[in-house]
């Protein structure tokens, strides 16, 4: 015994011929593939005499059958049906078993229709076609059995811990959703039912996965079915449309995120299944900016551009986008060298696509010897200016660094385009830069002012871009609201009737790119924002984005202004006239600045002589009375405050 046992054992690892090791490794396929189908075809004889086999069949059954097995298995191997993985069997498979079985069934009816036996056809037709019918179905449940037990293993698995799900919409979205739950229970989500507001499609059922009423009944929906987390599967909503399915959902406790439309679901992979939580930017209701790219590669196409604060939310994202139009060069400047490392590796595949020469140009744009030197290598065409301190309340602690890097950086950048040929130039300015109540609107104020008072000295055209708070960036009060609510509250709001102005870091980039276009002299364009956001729904969003509650689970706690903040923020003056651009989305101030250089350069090299001394009490009033000057009205009386026409919530 221990010899066979050996024996055996040797043959295993034993180094057989190549055709030995395949006849081997598939035989055991093949032989249950005839033992099957000779089956099949007993069985089809039975049930067509009803158990009662005529002898003359019976003995033609014992010559046909070794026939049958040899048909279906050989056609098993002709199309390769066994180096098929069927633990991972999909409907492409069963397609070729179906194939190779119609194939093994059309030859054994041509057998039968020339063959006799004691001068009687073999078999009838009908046992031949049920022979393929039985032998397929046999097939399927012996090759697609390691599936369906690895399902069952995993859905069991699953099913414990599976979240109830209510999908909104029963369209191909919600469709390919419910397939794709299904397919993977490992996921932890059940499909329990659907809401459509088509009254056709009410009562149905998609893959066993019944609709249940319209979006208004979500609620209702919600608290019958226990349902955890509600799936938005409606693509391309307009922005009440879908404030209108979150209202609904938020009177419920369930968590809510978004399916993607099919075709991002395609882009990314028919295995992957792609949900994602609920952003701030879904609820703006703003519709997807297109810029006019024709006149925007026409002034960036073989130019080189300069990128100042590249490594910041907005410059690395007007990189990201510029990158794409085709300039000849792009040279990010930032004192952030990891960042500035980071973005550049990012850039340097896309620009290679079309050709964009990437360089990383690391310095400190408050240096003129330094942005001389950057402008004498490079020789921008175009520039883009973005590096700024922009947190007000550090800003107001640390005025003389505000003064600085936002009024002595963007003059030493805008003379630098000056003298070495810059063909134009964009400021990146704020909101805040309208009745300023802050130190940093103030010196953004001050930059727009500097911008405007150069286009005198040459052919440089200087522009500056403004706009509202930019969702996502750095700072910004919806990336701090998330890290509050993970750590588990309190979110902090200034005031109950605080609200900004709101845009996305994609749009607001494409929009300073389309202004660049514009460019004309001394202009300040301002993005279309739309309707102002209520910052403390703004928190509460979010905190029911996450299937939380405000009060019970994250509380929200009322912090007061800071200093320099306003309630609310303003676009233009009322002294400035507004009108319209080529674009829909931007608007231009048409009135001109009250300072010219001769004015304004003084006051200037004052203040960040003052700056540079430490002199805070001064600068501030010296800031302020630059401010007023520019807005045409007197400064504030002494205290270094903002000009009383110049607070918007006052």
């Known amino acids: 015994m221990l010899r066979l046992l050996a024996l055996l054992a040797r043959t295993q690892t034993m180094d057989w011929p190549r055709w030995w090791r395949g006849v081997r490794r598939y035989l055991p396929s093949v032989l249950l593939d005839g033992i099957v189908a000779a089956i099949a075809l007993a069985v089809a004889l039975t049930l067509r005499f009803d158990g009662r086999i005529e002898s003359v069949y019976l003995e033609a059954y014992w010559i046909l059958a070794p026939i049958v097995a040899l048909l279906f298995a050989g056609t098993s191997i002709f199309f390769e049906l066994y180096r098929r993985a069927w633990r991972f069997a999909s409907i492409s498979d069963l397609l070729l078993l179906a194939r190779s079985v119609a194939v093994a069934t059309g030859l054994l009816f041509v057998i039968d229709l020339f063959y006799r036996y004691e001068d009687t056809r073999t078999i009838p037709f009908s046992v031949v076609l049920m022979t393929g019918g039985i032998t397929f179905i046999l097939l399927v449940a012996i090759k697609v059995r390691p599936r369906l037990a690895a399902e069952w293993r995993r859905s069991r698995a699953a099913s414990g ?78 922005g009440p449309a879908l404030r209108r399915i979150v209202d609904r959902c938020h009177q419920t406790e369930a968590r809510i995120v978004v399916a993607p439309a099919l075709d991002q679901y395609l882009d990314n992979g028919a295995s992957e299944l792609l949900l994602r939580e609920l952003r701030v930017e879904d609820l703006l209701g703003r519709e997807i900016v297109e810029i006019d790219v024709v ?3 026409e002034y960036l196409t073989g130019a080189t551009v300069l990128v100042t604060g590249a490594a910041g939310s907005i410059g690395s994202e007007l990189c990201r986008q510029l990158v794409d139009l085709g300039p000849a060069r792009l040279v990010l400047f930032d004192n952030n060298e990891s960042g500035l490392y980071d973005l550049a590796l990012d850039l340097a595949n896309r620009g290679g696509e079309a050709g964009t020469e990437v360089v990383a140009h690391p310095g400190d744009a408050t240096r003129a010897a330094q942005v001389g030197a950057l402008f004498r290598r490079w020789r921008p065409t175009v520039v883009f200016h973005a590096a700024a301190f922009k947190h007000v309340p550090l800003m107001e602690a640390y005025p003389e660094e505000a003064v600085r890097v936002n009024v002595g950086g963007t003059r030493h950048i805008a003379e630098a385009a000056l003298r070495y040929g810059t063909e134009r130039m964009v400021l990146i300015s704020t909101d805040k830069a309208v009745y300023p109540s802050s130190v940093m609107g103030a010196t953004k104020r001050v930059a727009e002012l500097v911008v405007q008072s150069l286009t005198e000295r040459g052919p440089t055209r200087f522009c500056a871009v403004r706009f509202g708070n930019v969702l996502g960036s750095r700072g910004s009060v919806v990336p701090t609201f998330a890290r509050q609510i993970e750590w588990g509250g309190p979110v902090t709001v200034t005031d109950p009737e605080a609200s900004r102005y709101m845009i996305a870091v994609p749009e607001a980039a494409r929009l300073i790119i389309q202004a660049g276009s514009f460019a004309e002299p001394r202009a300040i364009y301002i993005l279309e924002m739309g309707d102002e956001v209520r910052i403390l729904d703004l928190a509460t969003k979010m905190i029911r984005f996450r299937g939380l509650r405000v009060g019970s689970d994250i509380p929200i706690v009322f912090t007061g202004l800071r200093p320099g903040e306003k309630l609310r923020e303003e676009l233009s003056t009322a002294d400035e006239a507004t009108g ?57 009386a002494v205290g270094g405050g903002p000009p009383v026409r110049g607070r918007a919530d006052a």
């Open 580 to 636: 319209p651009t080529a674009h829909p989305g931007i608007l231009k101030i048409t009135s001109p600045p009250v300072l010219d250089a001769g004015e304004l350069q003084p006051l200037v090299d004052e203040l960040l002589a003052l700056a540079e001394a430490g002199d805070e009490a001064a600068l501030r009033r010296q800031l302020w009375a630059i401010v007023a000057a520019g807005a045409g009205c007197q400064p504030a």
């Open 161 to 238: 811990r599976a979240q109830h799900t209510l999908i909104v919409g029963a369209g191909q979205t919600g469709e390919r959703l419910i397939r794709e739950l299904q397919r993977q229970p490992e996921r932890g989500y059940r499909p329990i039912c659907l809401v459509d507001d088509d009254r056709a499609r009410q009562g149905l059922s998609i893959h066993g996965v019944p609709v249940r009423g319209s979006l208004d009944d979500i609620p209702l929906v919600v608290a019958a079915n226990n349902i955890d987390l509600i799936v938005i599967a409606i693509p391309n909503l307009s």
């Open 295 to 297: 006149a925007c590669k």
